[in-house]
């Protein structure tokens, strides 16, 4: 087996798991909430600090997001989010606290991006149920 056959089998072994019937199961099936492609503006500071930043959601569930961000952060940082979403004809945000748990370096029209996948902590009192309500609304990544 070569080099590149043993690579491909790595990735499709990281991307699939087993099924209690010995089947594989694509990354998707795995994933415990449904998620939605989503281009909103994300206002952060990290937990501490006061300090304001801006990014940009790529995709968001219930149980997190994916963003991309211009600043280098380690993974386990805690962050204050703002979530910026259109609901009708005003704006409303979605407030919480999330944790970097993913981290993935990536060029873009030559600026430093960086994108993370935060996994959200807590949420601010009835935003959870505005986050469920945007994802059920937008409907499912596919």
Do not use: W
């Not at 010995?22 to 795995?30: F, M, Q, T, V």
Request: proline letters at 3%; charged letters at 30%; one cysteine or more.
């Amino acid at each position: 087996m070569n080099l590149q056959n043993v690579f491909a089998a790595v990735l499709r072994e990281k991307n699939y798991k087993k099924t209690p019937s010995g089947e594989s199961a694509p990354l998707a099936e795995r994933r415990r909430h449904v998620r939605i492609r989503a281009e909103l503006p994300l206002g952060y500071s990290i937990v501490d600090e006061k300090e304001n930043h801006g990014g940009l959601v790529a995709d968001a569930s219930e149980g997190g997001l994916q963003v991309s961000l211009m600043e280098k952060l380690l993974v386990g940082t805690l962050l204050k989010i703002e979530i910026l979403f259109l609901k009708g004809l005003e704006i409303d945000s979605i407030h919480g606290v999330a944790r970097v748990v993913r981290y993935e370096e990536t060029t873009r029209d030559r600026s430093g991006e960086y994108r993370y996948g935060l996994q959200f902590e807590s949420f601010c009192e009835g935003d959870l149920d505005k986050l469920k309500r945007l994802v059920k609304e937008m409907g499912p990544l596919q």
